[in-house]
């Protein structure tokens, strides 16, 4: 789970066998308002799980002749759904239609604004620009990009990068609460449920990934010590983020018009925090003091490659300077005659006044009187001949 925003585990869908339908566990009446009291029913139920009767919808529609039996708990306050089965530990199956409902979804919301929408929009390379492409306020468009499988935090990357490239605002939108895409680019997070449930106007809530500023005053009031000095009370405004759950209906629609941004923050640990905010919350934050840590323009080149279509197409890339550099060959020293490290006169104990010759670069300097020979080698302890080099036969 991410640790900044403190969210729950996965609750899953589940169907009731016995209702025959899917439960909704957002809802106090489990969105069966005839059958009162049915949640407490169903957690007072002590019956072996196989006998109660709630199935997982995935598992059902993937393979219908091995139900997935589930059960249900409550955590931190909030209802759960958790496979019977300890080995199940997640959905691995095509992801089509979730993929499909959730466009559906994010078309039907940004089209009651009035905002234009392409589903699945091509490329003049024949390359998909975004799931669903909404044209917002003044122009700016933006990529809602479904990501329901797992994908690595460099492909993520490197999408957002090119969507960037096209003048195209990426939002990513997952429903896993580990995906390598969180805090790597702005993202926001809802439950992970069938393609029914995504498409019914339900109240399909984003649970991370959005937040909203709040300005606590650093005085007697606060919950705990003043977090600049680390301890008392500096009696001024101190911003906080918190975690802000939104309708994805309205999170689509405030994003598209405009009044939710992508906000980058750098954390104690030197961490990247992505999510998204209310604009005005943004400039209020920077207008008290705070610092945001929007990337830097790097410089960029055109490079040409080849495409699936087989015409050309120019792409920037990130330059870069070499890590490595090719080994320096060393080369013997020159003799100029000059001392390479100066007389020294040294206290022993059967000399009062030892004087230690000049040491010079290429010649040996072994013995009490130096050897002297030219053509020494650089040794650790210092320049000698093959006679009196370390190890050397005596």
Not at 90 to 108: C, I, K, N, S, V
Not at 119 to 146: K, Q, S, Y
Not at 163 to 182: E, F, M, N, S, Y
């Amino acid at each position: 789970m991410n640790e900044y925003d403190g969210e729950l585990p996965l609750r899953n869908p589940v169907f009731s066998t016995e209702l025959d339908r899917l439960l909704d566990l957002d809802r106090a009446d489990l969105g069966v308002p005839e059958h009162p009291g049915l949640w407490e029913r169903l957690r007072a139920d002590r019956r072996p799980v196989a006998r109660r009767g709630l199935l997982c919808p995935t598992c059902l529609n993937a393979r219908p002749g091995r139900p997935e039996w589930m059960y249900l708990s409550l955590r931190q306050g909030r209802r759960i759904a958790s496979h019977h089965n300890p080995r199940r530990r997640a959905h691995h199956e095509p992801r089509r239609a979730e993929r499909e409902a959730y466009q559906e979804r994010y078309a039907r919301a940004a089209a009651r604004d009035g905002h234009a929408v392409e589903i699945e929009p091509r490329a003049a390379d024949g390359r998909c620009r975004a799931a669903v492409l909404v044209t917002g306020a003044d122009g700016r468009r933006f990529g809602f990009e479904p990501q329901l499988s797992y994908v690595s935090a460099r492909f993520v990357r490197r999408r957002d990068r090119i969507a960037r490239q096209d003048g195209i605002t990426a939002v990513w939108h997952t429903v896993d609460p580990k995906a390598p895409l969180i805090d790597r680019v702005p993202w926001a997070r809802t439950d992970d449920l069938p393609a029914q449930a995504i498409r019914e106007d339900r109240d399909l809530l984003v649970r991370g990934g959005v937040r909203r500023l709040r300005l606590l005053k650093c005085d007697h009031t606060a919950p705990g010590p003043c977090p600049v000095r680390g301890g008392g009370r500096c009696h001024r405004w101190h911003p906080n983020w918190e975690v802000l759950v939104p309708r994805i209906d309205d999170f689509v629609r405030r994003v598209a018009g405009g009044v939710y941004v992508p906000v980058t923050l750098r954390t104690a640990a030197d961490g990247t925090l992505r999510f998204w905010a209310p604009e005005q919350d943004r400039r209020r934050y920077v207008a008290n003091g705070g610092a945001l840590a929007e990337p830097a323009a790097r410089p960029s080149i055109p490079r040409q490659r080849g495409s699936s279509t087989g015409r050309r197409e120019v792409e920037c890339v990130r330059v870069r300077e070499p890590r490595h550099h090719a080994p320096v060959p060393l080369l013997p020293p020159r003799d100029t005659g000059e001392p390479y490290v100066a007389a020294v006169t040294v206290d022993t104990p059967l000399s009062a006044h030892r004087v230690i010759p000049p040491v010079r670069a290429g010649h040996c300097a072994a013995g009490r009187i130096p050897c002297g020979v030219p053509g020494a080698r650089l040794y650790p302890g210092g320049w000698y001949c093959d006679d009196h080099r370390p190890g050397a036969p005596r």
